[in-house]
T-cell receptor
Framework: GAGVSQSPRYKVAKRGQDVALRCDPI?????LFWYQQALGQGPEFLTY????????KSGLPSDRFFAERPEGSVSTLKIQRTQQEDSAVYLC??????????????FGPGTRLLVL | RKEVEQDPGPFNVPEGATVAFNCTYS??????FFWYRQDCRKEPKLLMS???SGNEDGRFTAQLNRASQYISLLIRDSKLSDSATYLC????????????FGDGTTLTVKP
């Protein structure tokens, strides 16, 4: 079956430009997660949705980062006025319920963002 | 200090070797533990969950020591296809949605 998909796969932005990254979770998955992975590091949690409700946004690094999931399926991560330190791979993951401690999170292929 | 720490490696081992990775976590509220595998320029994929009693899946064995806040992964009879980065992941009881990842340990298995 179809996994988590993300678009675009690659994005080059000029410093100061706004970008929008899209995530399509696995159909029927209630929970959706965004992570940021810098080169040579593990993924860092950004935010988490259960259906359309954003339950945790503690990992968003600044108010330039905004995420939404208005209909409880597709999610968009928006970064305003991009800076060079925003360059990273942005990973989206989904899980069936999200509340179980042993729930598996399935990752998408990521969007590789480069800010020049 | 990071919440989840791993030896970055790299570990370079011959085919057939046994190799062990360690991971320590600082948050005593952590309740669930996982090992993920990430191939170069690919997304992380779940390798196995780690249970209190320890668990095995084929050539892979995971152990948890709650008292020492330490997790391990043992790979026996290494294959070339085991070459990847292995990420240690923990989740807290109070926020099951959020996963905290280590920076990973890189393994290269050579012929």
């Amino acid at each position: 079956g179809a996994g988590v998909s993300q678009s675009p796969r690659y994005k080059v932005a000029k410093r100061g430009q706004d970008v929008a990254l899209r995530c399509d979770p696995i159909s029927g998955h209630v929970s959706l997660f965004w992570y940021q992975q810098a080169l040579g590091q593990g993924p860092e949690f950004l935010t988490y949705f259960q259906n359309e409700a954003q339950l945790d946004k503690s990992g968003l690094p600044s108010d330039r980062f905004f995420a939404e999931r208005p209909e409880g399926s597709v999610s968009t991560l928006k970064i305003q006025r991009t800076q060079q330190e925003d360059s990273a791979v942005y990973l989206c993951a989904s899980s069936l319920e999200g509340e179980g401690l042993q729930e598996t999170q399935y990752f998408g292929p990521g969007t590789r963002l480069l800010v020049l | 200090r990071k919440e989840v720490e791993q030896d970055p490696g790299p570990f370079n081992v011959p085919e057939g070797a046994t190799v062990a990775f360690n991971c320590t976590y600082s948050n005593s509220a952590s309740q669930s533990f996982f090992w993920y595998r990430q191939d170069c320029r690919k997304e992380p994929k779940l390798l196995m969950s780690v249970y209190s009693s320890g668990n095995e899946d084929g050539r892979f064995t995971a152990q948890l020591n709650r008292a020492s806040q330490y997790i391990s992964l043992l790979i026996r009879d290494s294959k070339l296809s085991d070459s990847a980065t292995y990420l240690c992941v923990v989740r807290e009881d109070t926020n099951a949605g959020k996963s905290t990842f280590g920076d990973g340990t890189t393994l290269t298995v050579k012929p």
